[in-house]
């Protein structure tokens, strides 16, 4: 069996690209998150990146976070940390963009570790009916593209949300999936979670054209646990 860590956001693609990789028989012994400084960061997510940690605990996993310094290399301290996980290969919920695809291939390489992206290349549109239909509850928590506005904030992705951005992408040209930056998400609840989180308190900060959906507390329903950030 392959021992794995998925590399983690907390969002609809790492997620779902975890529990493929779940499906398929690795065994995923974790999670990393990388938080980076910049936050207009193309190689990790930035909105909410704390709660990746508490994401990957409801689906039962340990979690790895590492906060970057000023001046650090991107890359670098992705390498550094996969080379401390001591596993055989990471997972990436990557779709389209050849940046981050080409940066931890170029990272993982030189160390032996394999990179499993089960969602690369699929057709974006039937992909988010597919994890909607595994049902996973996904929650969008950023948004930064023309036509996605304040009230995209905090909804829920279902299959009505999913026609709704079919046609947006059809007359604004967004990428579907988000995968250009056009939003962000995070995962409340799916088949491989063993517990439920629900959302308390947030706020939605909004500013001219792009917005961010703050989570502030955030419940393990069935433990009556809140996890405050």
């Not at 049902?135 to 999913?162: H, K, N, P, T």
Request: charged fraction near 25%; aromatic fraction near 6%; include cysteine.
């Amino acid at each position: 069996m392959i021992r794995a860590a998925a590399l983690f956001s907390g969002g609809k693609d790492s997620v779902y690209a975890t529990y493929i990789a779940q499906q398929q028989h690795f065994d995923v012994c974790g999670t990393l998150t990388i938080v980076p400084q910049r936050s207009d960061s193309y190689m990790f997510h930035v909105p909410n990146a704390g709660l990746a940690s508490v994401v990957s605990g409801a689906m039962g996993l340990p979690s790895m976070t590492v906060e970057m310094s000023e001046g650090e290399e991107e890359l670098e301290v992705l390498g550094n940390a996969i080379g401390s996980l001591g596993v055989d290969a990471v997972i990436t919920g990557a779709i389209a963009s050849d940046y981050q695809t080409s940066g931890v291939n170029k990272v993982c390489e030189p160390l032996g570790v394999k990179v499993f992206s089960p969602l690369w290349r699929k057709e974006q549109s039937p992909l988010l009916k597919e994890i909607v239909g595994a049902g996973f509850e996904v929650v969008m928590v950023g948004v930064a593209a023309e036509g996605l506005d304040e009230s995209w904030l905090g909804r829920r992705i279902d299959l009505g949300a999913v026609g709704d951005l079919e046609d947006m992408s059809a007359r604004k040209r967004i990428n579907i999936s988000g995968e250009g930056g056009e939003f962000e998400t995070i995962v409340l609840d799916g088949p491989n979670f063993r517990k439920k989180l629900e959302i308390v308190s947030g706020r939605s900060d909004w500013r001219i054209n792009a917005g961010i959906f703050r989570v502030n507390a955030i419940r393990l329903v069935d433990k009556g646990l809140d996890c405050r950030v």
